[in-house]
């Protein structure tokens, strides 16, 4: 037996684990001694560095709550997130890339019909989304559902203005006819910031990070038979992206957005004024299983 000493501070831990009856969770912790302890190798922390650790972590759990989930927004400013989501969403016949989820995602939103607007109070410049769900040789996919949510113009969710906005504001789901097409109306979304009152936006503030997220809407686009993509689209030329805070954005998923102010198309898409409006296709990949059928 060895006692603890700097110099085999790894092995002295490791050598605790190796009665673990689970691989898996053993290559885990295993990975995660010899990180933490290089990090404190690398660094040498004071106690009082130490302890200040302890109270950030310590208050980034007391902040969580049913509707608030701190760790998460850790691990989204800390770029963990879209490195878990790039590892477990490669794509490999040209599906549609993946972005992060966010904590903003109700399951159950409320069914809408193709052509209506998910803007429940009526703020906001009026936008009109279009496209259509194919699969990876381009055909339409049937019955695909997109699950679609955004913040309001103002930059808030629903879920954190309930006071304010209605119930469901700016969510809905669709679901494709054979022609793959789905449209809709709703606002052009808004830059908004990432929540700030707890210690993540403490230590944002503190490495001189703003806590901006450039403006964009939800999607996850599913279909039976096909792996679901949770992602986003970007609106092309606004603010932030590229310094998302949470590091979500990739070029294939930034759109342009066009202005129409010609009274002839604002009369065929029905609007009462000048909109905006973008057009853009996912494509979802066969689930793994359903390939080779
Ligand atoms: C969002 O886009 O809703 C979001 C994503 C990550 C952290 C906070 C918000
Ligand atoms: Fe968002």
């Given at each position: 037996m060895q006692y603890f000493t700097e110099a085999n501070s790894v092995e002295a831990v490791l050598e605790r684990m190796t009665d673990c009856p689970d691989p898996r969770l053993r290559q885990v912790m295993e990975s995660v001694v010899r990180h933490l302890h290089a990090v404190v190798k690398e660094v040498e922390p004071t106690m009082e560095e130490w302890f200040q650790a302890v109270r950030f972590l310590t208050a980034t759990g007391q902040i969580c709550d049913d509707k608030r989930q701190e760790w998460i927004l850790l691990s989204d400013t800390l770029g963990v997130s879209m490195l878990v989501d790039a590892i477990n969403n490669r794509k490999h016949q040209g599906g549609t890339e993946s972005t992060v989820l966010g904590p903003f995602h109700v399951a159950c939103a409320p069914r809408v019909e193709m052509g209506e607007s998910i803007a429940r109070d009526g703020k906001g410049e009026p936008a009109f989304i279009e496209g259509r769900v194919l699969d990876a040789d381009g055909k339409p996919v049937e019955g695909a559902e997109l699950d679609v949510w955004q913040a309001s113009d103002d930059g808030f969710y629903d879920i954190q203005q309930p006071d304010v906005?209605?119930?469901?504001?700016?969510r809905g789901r669709f679901t494709t006819g054979a022609d793959g097409r789905f449209w809709f109306w709703t606002v052009k979304p808004s830059p908004y910031p990432i929540p700030t009152d707890g210690p993540v936006g403490r230590m944002l503030d503190s490495l001189g990070r703003h806590p901006y997220r450039p403006a964009h809407i939800h999607f996850i686009v599913s279909a039976p038979g096909y792996d679901a993509v949770t992602t986003h689209l970007f609106v092309e030329g606004g603010d932030y992206l590229d310094s998302d805070a949470v590091f979500g954005v990739k070029d294939s998923l930034v759109v342009p957005f066009r202005q129409v102010t010609d009274e002839g198309e604002i009369g065929e898409a029905g609007a009462a004024g000048p909109f905006w409006r973008t057009d853009f296709d996912f494509t979802l990949e066969r689930a793994a299983a359903t390939q080779a059928a």
């Open positions: 906005q209605p119930e469901m504001n700016l």
